[in-house]
């Protein structure tokens, strides 16, 4: 017999360490009552680094997915993009029979940044390869509406030049310098109240993002800035959700 509420965390990629660099993000929500089971795709690209690589992930993905969808009462996709395996996920039978949740990161974290800024505040995203600029802004405006007043409080999006990959393993000083010169950027184009971190192997990089603010900001206002780790939110969501009958 299993769990009685259980959370599958899908990593679409097949780099199982970034899988492993997740847990301690969602052991740390402290839901003890619920199970979170992971999940690494069993082939296809290390990093997902473009759209191309997101589509491409889906074919190594689902097959394997497909036997396990019964066992589980929420799924977290967890690849800071618009992700096709959400609305997949969204559209398979046993999903929609059972009402289970699904979400993906990036989702999760725009709806929370939304959330807990101040409605002069704006949110922005700053994330790995220049290439993910256009794509999560043109993301975030599909996401909440062309013209709407939500989009008016999207920053926008800087990247550090990176892979998901070179995040952990290109020098540490490295990625810190790209980090907080990524985070200062994104700190000048407007009043922002949450960053995202833009990519599922950011994870526990809050401690750089904090200290870019506060160099950028000073001591009070960079302390008043709040980082939104996707992974948390999203799992903290359908938390949430799958208490809840909708």
Same mark, same amino acid.
Not at 20 to 31: E, I, S, T
Not at 90 to 97: A, H, L, M, P, T
Not at 170 to 176: I, L, M, W, Y
């Given at each position: 017999m299993r769990e009685a509420r259980s959370i599958l965390i899908i990593n679409p990629n097949s780099t199982e360490?970034?899988?492993?660099?997740?847990? /301690? +993000? $969602?052991?740390? &929500?402290?839901?003890?009552?619920?199970?979170?089971?992971?999940f690494t795709a069993p082939s296809g690209p290390k990093s997902i680094n473009d759209e191309d690589d997101a589509v491409e992930s889906v074919k190594h993905c689902l097959p394997a997915l497909e036997s396990v969808l019964a066992h589980h009462d929420g799924y977290l996709v967890a690849c800071y993009s618009k992700h /096709? +395996? $959400?609305?997949? &996920?969204?559209?398979?039978?046993?999903?929609?029979?059972?009402?289970?949740?699904?979400?993906?990161i990036f989702e999760a974290s725009v709806s929370t940044s939304l959330q807990i800024i101040h409605p002069d505040e704006q949110f922005g995203i700053v994330s790995t390869g220049k290439v993910w600029e256009k794509i999560l802004s043109e993301a975030v405006v599909d996401f909440l509406g062309t013209g709407s007043e939500a989009s008016k409080r999207f920053a926008g999006v800087e990247t550090t030049g990176l892979t998901a990959t070179d995040l952990h393993d290109?020098?540490?000083?490295?990625?810190?310098k790209r980090m907080k010169d990524a985070v200062k950027r994104l700190l000048k184009k407007g009043?922002?109240?949450?960053i995202c971190l833009g990519c599922a192997g950011m994870a526990g990089m809050n401690e750089m993002v904090r200290e870019a603010c506060?160099?950028?900001l000073g001591e009070v206002e960079g302390s008043r800035v709040r980082i939104v780790d996707g992974v948390q939110a999203g799992v903290a969501w359908l938390e949430g959700a799958v208490r809840s009958e909708f």
């Open positions: 360490s970034m899988t492993n660099g997740l847990k /301690p +993000l $969602v052991d740390a &929500l402290h839901f003890k009552d619920t199970a979170h089971k992971y /096709p +395996l $959400v609305p997949i &996920l969204k559209g398979q039978s046993v999903i929609q029979q059972g009402q289970k949740p699904v979400t993906g290109a020098p540490a000083e490295e990625v810190r009043r922002v109240g949450a506060v160099e950028e």
